[in-house]
C-alpha cells in the first residue's frame, strides 16, 4: 500500500458520518478511494445510504484541508512506527470486521497478536474490590495454564482494566488495550509503564489520530472495539450503570458470550452483574470452566471419528461443504469462530448451519457450539 493510498484512507476515516458500511459502497461507486479526493465528484446520491443531506456534505467537504491532516498522521505513523490497518486489508482483526459500526481505520503499537485463536475481554468497575481484583486475577491465571495464547483484551483505565492487563504480562498472556485517544499519549498516565510493556508482549490500539484527548464519548465509542474483538466478555464488578454494561450490551449484539461474577445482593459493585445475569444478557461464570464450557473449548476431546464420505452427499452448497470441513478440522466450535474460520458472517452462517442440522449432519450445543453428527 503506498502512503498516498494510505493518506487517502485516513482522510476518508476523518469524515464524519461514514462508516464501514457506506465506506463499501461509496469505494464500489467511485472506483477507489482515492477517487473522493483526486477527482470531480459526481452526485452521490444514487450510492445506496448516502441521503440529501450526507450528499451535499461530501459536496462540500474541504478535500484539502482533509488531505492536510491525512498527512501528518502519517508522518506520526512513520515517526513512531505504528500499524495502521484499514477495514478492508487482510490484517484488519476478522473479528471486528463483521461489526456493522466497525471503524474504518485501526492504529496500532505493539505486536499484531488481534489474529489470535481466543480472545477475551475483561471488564469492570474503576474501583474493584479485594475480592474483584482475586477473580481477575485468578481467571487470568487459569487461563494462562489450560489455554496458552490466549489474548486478554480490555480498555487500560483504572480498576478491572488495568488487574486485567498486569495479569495478563505477569502469566505471561499477550494483552490488548484499546484506548480512547491517539498513540500520542496514554491516559492515565500512571499507567504508561504498563502500556510498555503491553508493546513488548501485546499492543496499544485506537481508531483515534493522534492529538485526540480522552473526552467521555471516545470511552463509550471505544468500548465496541474491546467487545467486537472479543470471543467473549467477562464483567467482573459493576454498577448498574457504566462503561462496563454499554460494552456488554455490545457484546450482546455483536452475538458474543457475556459472562458476568455474580455479587451478593445490596453491593453497589454487584448490582450491574447481577443484572446482566438475571436479566440473561450475561451467563454466571465463577471459574475458568464455566468459560470453557460457554465457548466449547473442551480441554479433554475424544479423537474424532471419520465422517462418513456418504454424508457429503446431502451437501448443495459450497458454504455448507466449507462449514462441514471446518467442523470436522476442530471437532466443535462456537459461532464467532466459526465465523472468522469461515470468513462468513454470522447472519449467512446460522442460516446455513440451520440447513445442516435439518439434514441431521450438524448439532447445536448449548452456549452457540456447534459440531458435526459423528457415524
Sequence with gaps: MSDK????????????????KLARNLIAYLGSESALFEEKIPTLAKVPGIGPALNQLLLNIDRKELLKRADQEL????????TALFFSDGQYPGRLSFCEDAPLMLYLHGQQCHTAQRMIGIVGTRTPSDEGIDYCEKLVSDLAVRHPG???VSGLAYGVDICAHKAALKNGLPTIGVLAHGLDRIYPSMHRNTAKEMMENGALMTEFISETVPDKFNFVQRNRIIAGLSDALIVIQSARKGGALITAELARDYNRDVLAFPGRPGDTYSAGCNYLIKSNIAALIE???????????????????????????????????????????????????????CAMPISKLSATLLDLEFKGLVKSKPGGIYRVVMT
Design 75 to 82: 508522518l506520526f505513523i512513520e515517526k513512531h512506527r505504528l
Design 150 to 152: 490466549t489474548v486478554v
Design 287 to 341: 471459574s475458568v470452566e464455566d468459560l470453557e464450557y460457554a465457548l466449547g473449548w473442551d480441554t479433554n476431546k475424544r479423537k474424532a471419528t471419520p465422517v462418513q464420505g456418504n454424508l457429503f452427499a446431502t451437501i448443495e452448497t459450497k458454504d455448507q461443504q466449507l462449514i462441514m470441513e471446518s467442523l470436522i478440522e476442530e471437532q466443535e466450535m462456537n459461532l464467532n469462530l466459526l465465523s472468522l474460520k
Design 5 to 20: 493510498q494510505l493518506q487517502h484512507r485516513i482522510a476518508l476515516s476523518l469524515i464524519k458520518g461514514i462508516g464501514p
